[in-house]
């Protein structure tokens, strides 16, 4: 009974481990884009472009 479960948690726990590692990338590459849009919107407004990056900081999984 107990060898058994032992096996479907190693099994839930690698999976889970491959599912973080799949995401990580994915963050990565969120984290460049909004430093992207940041600068660019300081290239093309100045000062104010720091007003609009505080209200997308507040929620910025509505893009989604």
Known sequence: MILPL???LAEERAAGHA???SL???TL???RLWVQIAR???E???GSSE???A???RSPLQLD
Request: neutral net charge; aromatic residues 4%; proline residues 4%.
């Open 51 to 53: 007003r609009m990056a």
């Open 19 to 21: 599912a973080e590692l």
């Open 29 to 31: 590459e969120a984290e």
């Open 24 to 26: 990580q990338p994915k």
């Open 44 to 46: 093309r407004f100045g």
């Open 6 to 8: 032992r096996s479907r």
């Open 55 to 57: 209200e997308d900081e």
């Open 40 to 42: 660019l919107r300081h």
